[in-house]
C-alpha cells in the first residue's frame, strides 16, 4: 500500500522541481533591472559577482568588467530619475569605477592582442557616457546636492582625462 501512495506523488515532484527552477530564473532576470534599495539588488550582485568568478581568460573577466560597469551607467540613469540619494549615487559610480579600473588592468595586459583595441574602445566609450550620465545627475540634483554631485562629476573627468591622455602620449 505504501509504494501505491508513493506513486502518485511521483509525477510531481519533476513539476515542481520545473515550477522551482524557473520561479528561481525569473527572480534571477528580474533582479538584472533591479536597483540599489530594491530587494533583488543582492541577487544582482551575486550573480555579477558569478559571472567574474566563472570568467576564466583575462579577455573574458575585462568584457564582463566592462558589462557590469556598462550596467552600473544604467543604473546611474534610473537613478537620476528617482532623484536617488548622493550616498546611493556615490556607491554605483564606485562600483563603476571600480570595474573599469579592473577592466583596463585586463586590457593592459592583452594590448598586443587582436580584441584589445575593441575593448579599450569599449572603455573608453563607458567613461564618456559616465561623464553624461552624472552631468545629468548633476543637473537634477537639488540645489543643495548639486556640490556635491559637482565633486563627483569633477572627479570622474579627471580620472577620464588621465585615462585619454595616457592614451594620446603612445
Not at 52 to 63: F, P, Q, R, V, Y
Not at 76 to 103: G, H
Not at 143 to 168: W, Y
Amino acid at each position: 500500500m505504501n509504494t501505491r501512495h508513493n506513486r502518485g506523488f511521483a509525477p510531481i515532484v519533476p513539476a515542481v522541481i520545473i515550477g522551482l527552477v524557473a520561479l528561481m530564473g525569473g527572480t534571477v532576470a528580474t533582479a538584472q533591472i533591479s536597483l540599489p534599495g530594491s530587494p533583488l539588488y543582492g541577487i544582482k550582485t551575486a550573480t555579477e559577482r558569478a559571472r567574474l568568478a566563472i570568467a576564466l581568460s583575462d579577455e573574458n573577466k575585462a568584457k564582463t568588467h566592462l558589462s557590469i560597469a556598462a550596467d552600473k551607467l544604467r543604473e546611474l540613469e534610473e537613478l537620476s530619475d528617482k532623484n536617488a540619494s548622493l550616498e546611493t549615487i556615490e556607491k554605483v559610480e564606485a562600483s563603476f569605477e571600480e570595474n573599469q579600473s579592473k577592466a583596463k588592468g585586463y586590457i593592459g595586459s592583452r594590448e598586443k592582442e587582436v580584441d584589445a583595441p575593441k575593448l579599450s574602445q569599449k572603455l573608453d566609450d563607458n567613461s564618456v557616457k559616465n561623464e553624461e550620465v552624472l552631468t545629468l545627475v548633476h543637473d537634477k540634483a537639488p540645489e543643495q546636492a548639486k556640490p556635491a554631485f559637482k565633486n563627483i562629476l569633477e572627479r570622474v573627468k579627471g580620472n577620464h582625462k588621465e585615462t585619454t591622455g595616457s592614451k594620446d602620449n603612445k
